[in-house]
Every structure is written in C-alpha cells, then in structure tokens.
C-alpha cells in the first residue's frame, strides 16, 4: 500500500489476540482460515501462543497504522521448546479443549486440530540437527509484496545468530508456491516433504 509505514518491534503481551488474528487469516496455505475453524484460536495454538509463551525474546510483529499485520516467531533449540511444549504450553490448552469424538471422517478442520493438541506429532528428525532452530512468519495481505518479509525475516535471523544459532528451519503447505519462491530466494534449500495431499507439508532449512 503507498505509502503506509511499517514498523518491525518485539512482540508484547497485549499483541497475543492480535497475532493470533494473523495466523487465522494465514493459515490456509497462506489464505484466510476464517471459514475452516469454529474456533479461531484453534490454530494459534499451535503456532502462535507457545512460542509468544516459551520464547518471548524471538517474538515480532509488523504493525502499520491499522494495527498488528505480521509476525516472526522462533525458537532457539527446537528440542529444547517442544520438550517445553508439551510439558508446559499443551496441557492447558487440552484442559480447556475436550478431544473430538466419534467417526474421524466426520471431524471438521477444529476438530482435528483439537485431536493434535491430545495427540501431539513432532516432526523434528536427525536430519535437521543442523537446523537446530525453527521459525514461522506470516503476514497479512496489505502487508505483503512491500519487503517486509525480508525486513521480519532479517530481524528474527539476525536475533537468532546472536544467540548461536547454527541454522534455522520451517514447515510450510506444499502448495504455497509463492511462500516457497520467497524462501528459497532468503538462501533456504529444501529438506523434506511431509504427508500426503492437501496436508503435504514442505520443510526447508538454512543455515546461519
């Protein structure tokens, strides 16, 4: 948008409810979720409020006048947070979400991830012990195609060397074509696909 300014800041308390915002309006292969989830929360849950929670340090967000408009969340050892994540963030949110019943063919996107938060699946293989950190990045539309993913990205890596990163990896859907061009253009190189259809998941790795 000409002339609107963003600004790049540590991400605070208050912005939980804004960044979770962000990630539903994300979190469609890069599209808006909105009409996928009964429950709009259901995806920062997993890839929001733990990492606001257990790594406040490697937390940004973009905001323009509007408001909140992006985030760049990390973790430092990617070990270390998922041990974290299931022994400290999970257990209060299972509290809260009672897992899903009956036939799973008739489960809806809440539903499913609701049976993720009881059954947690963590994708982190020897192969990617060279990319011991991890990342996610999303932003909403008027926020794109102006530099500042490379703006969020630069800070979050840049935080994350400081700290003795060796390398850092992401999962995105396979079939964001243009989230993968954006990467891949940062230095990140493929290291494995995850899954089948439209749950296929794409991991790419750089290193530091």
Known sequence: MLGTQFHVRQCEPKD?????????KTGDAGEDA???????EALGHIFVGPYLRLEPALAFVLEDAEGICGYALGALDSARFYRAYLDRWLPEIVQRNPAPSG??????????????????????PDAFRD??????????????????????????????????????????????LRAERFYKKLGFVELARVG?????????????
């Open 131 to 176: 990319y011991p950190s991890h990342l996610h990045l999303d932003l909403l539309p008027r926020a794109q195609g102006q530099g500042n993913g490379g703006r969020m990205m630069a800070t979050l890596l840049e935080r994350l060397a400081q700290l003795g990163s060796t390398g850092v990896h992401l999962a995105m859907a396979s079939t964001n």
């Open 103 to 124: 036939d799973s063919a008739q489960w809806n996107a809440t539903d499913k991830l609701y049976y993720e938060y009881h059954h947690p699946k963590i994708y982190y």
């Open 196 to 208: 089948a259809g439209s749950e296929r998941s794409l991991y790419l790795g750089r290193k530091l």
């Open 16 to 24: 939980g409810p804004a960044a979770y915002h962000v990630c539903l």
């Open 34 to 40: 909105t009409h996928l989830y009964s429950d709009p």
